[in-house]
């Protein structure tokens, strides 16, 4: 057993070769197979070939004949229902009407199943090839319900298209009715139609197996922008097919009075009223195209008879239709034509704007990262590119698919005066939506990157501040770390200026009592003499009552001084070590907004020479007074 990797598809296929060469494909090993790594396409059972009986691949004309009868079924079904509405109209006219209308049930029947597959039909004066979209929508839907069930080959294929068309040439060629284009251009409209249901049954899958060869062999990112261009184009065609609806739903509700005036002139009774809007509704998709391109400004035309816009239109000359009661008169606000020609521009701005700020889509803003890219690298600029990309290729779209589904809603009712019937001109039509869907789009993507470079300019100026910030915040922690310093350097000044004071306090007083001791003995000597001579002797009494009170007196001045110097030095410390018994701030912020904080002049001291100036100049007095 080995395992082949699809290309394009990104998912392995498990193929299982017998000793005869003959491939059978392994059921339980494709289901086991899982998601795709590459392109995200996973394997179902759906995607297998079922094998027969005996184990062996069913062959090709089995497979031919199993898509055969799938067309079969899926053209059927339709034509059918068709067929029974057709039906149940012309009985509802016969009950009002003496004739019966049960011959044209056949004849109608076949002019809408060819009318729906755009091949227009001739009855006399009446020349119809107005596609009714809404049959043709139930021919594609029943189609793809049966086409999406084969997954054997292109042999079903093939025999899926090959009886749908071989089905329509038959109604073609069995026709009461005269159709208005040749053969050949109806096999080729028909083949069209069939190739269409096929795309819509397996285009999905050969959609992402296109997008996945893209992602592995091109470019990852070009992949995600086409994918991402028609995600945003699909939801635009759907706020405008809405936008399309809205305006017919409208129209029928304020025109449906003159709808029933309409079918009374022309003698029309409730029953064959109600037929004829029934079968109206196969071209209410067409309709609704024409007010789509009214809403935008381009009006749409009944013929010769009329051209209706949002500032001009009466149904007064119209035929004696019913269905043509409800076109719309002008409108005479100004306000609301500008709302209804603004709608295609809003809702492509909203729309962009919504795909660019998705995680899941474009994250032009980079969300789904931890950190935002700068402006200025690689990945922002790829980003911006592709999202323009982005915004080109959707408008390329939308002019692509604005042209088709115009251009299919034109037709004729007639050879003469009806001969045109739809949109005034399909390229004007198809300009009037994609020029707003452009500058919508173009708007989005101009206000992201404004957007962008205001973040980025914010960004900068934040950090350069920050940056600053965190400058000042070293700058002012130097300043601190030199004030703690300083402040230090003074308290060991005062610590060496006490001890000083010490050292001077205890020199003055040995010096006190070495004249104590020695006025002592003077005295001691001064009795003595005076006991034994007499009278003292008067020259040396006074020397050595001088020496004694210079002693004192320098004894005591140097005691003030050293209590004056204690005290300064004191007082300075405490200071010191008061602010330094502060509460510490929790940020630097807050240390730097605090009035608290100790600053240089909060820890100023007094200088060591002033202290020694002083003791000098005390010093030089003391002799003097001596």
Known sequence: MTKRPSAGHGSDTTDTEDRDGVASSSIGAATSAGPATSTGVTTSLDDVTLPDADGTRPSAVSRFLRGALWGLFGWFLPTFLLWLVVATCMFMFSMENTTSLTAAIMPVSAATVLTAQGVGVRYQFLDVSVIPLLATIIYLVSGYAFARRLKDGAAPLVGFAAVWVALDM??????????????????????????????????????????????????APLARTVDLSFRIVRVFALVMATVGIVTFVVWLVVGFDAMRTVASFIGMGNASFWAAFVLSLLWMPDMCLWALSWSAGAGFRIGSFATFTMWQGDARELPAIPIFGILPQPVPNATATLALESIPAVAAFLIAVAFMLSKKRIDIFHRRLKKRPRLASPRSIVDILLSFVTMCLSCIWIVVGCFIAFSLSCGSLGTERLAQLGVTDVAESTRALARPAAIGFFCAFLLMVIVSCIIELVTVLRARREAAQRLETDTDLDAIARTVRTSRSAERDAERHASDSRRVARSARGMHDGADRSGASYGADAALGSEEGGAPRSDDDAAASDVAGGFTEGYDDAMRRAGRTVRSMGRGVSASGASHTLAEPRSVREALDSADFPSESSLHLPEAGETDGAHRNDGAGTPSQG
């Open 170 to 219: 038959f109604v073609y060629g069995r026709s009461p009715l005269t159709a208005s284009d040749a053969w050949p251009v109806a096999l080729g409209k028909f083949l069209v139609v069939a190739l269409v249901v096929l795309v819509l049954a397996h285009g999905a899958r050969a959609y992402r197996a296109a997008i996945g060869a893209i992602k592995t062999r091109v470019s």
